[in-house]
């Protein structure tokens, strides 16, 4: 394995468990009648985790296409 397939490997995981860590907003009040439009404001450690998981998106992204020409 190359280096660039180790940190595709642990960035993956890193943004598997960002993604599993998220707190969903909407729930199932919208699935039985409720409204499902609302405004959330992230806050602490909700706010760090959904901007790492976009950061990891990018950069899992990023070496993806990076990998193709390597």
């Known amino acids: 394995m190359t280096i660039i397939h180790s940190i595709?490997?642990?960035v993956s995981i890193l943004l598997s468990l960002t993604i599993?860590?998220?707190h969903r907003a909407a729930g199932l009040s919208s699935t039985f009648g409720g409204i499902g439009t609302s405004y959330v404001q992230r806050r602490g450690a909700?706010?760090?985790i959904y901007?790492?998981?976009?950061?990891?998106?990018?950069?899992?992204f990023a070496l993806s296409v990076l990998q193709w020409y390597v």
């Open 46 to 48: 909700e706010k760090l």
């Open 8 to 10: 595709l490997v642990i």
């Open 20 to 22: 599993l860590l998220q």
């Open 51 to 60: 901007q790492m998981s976009i950061w990891l998106s990018i950069i899992f």
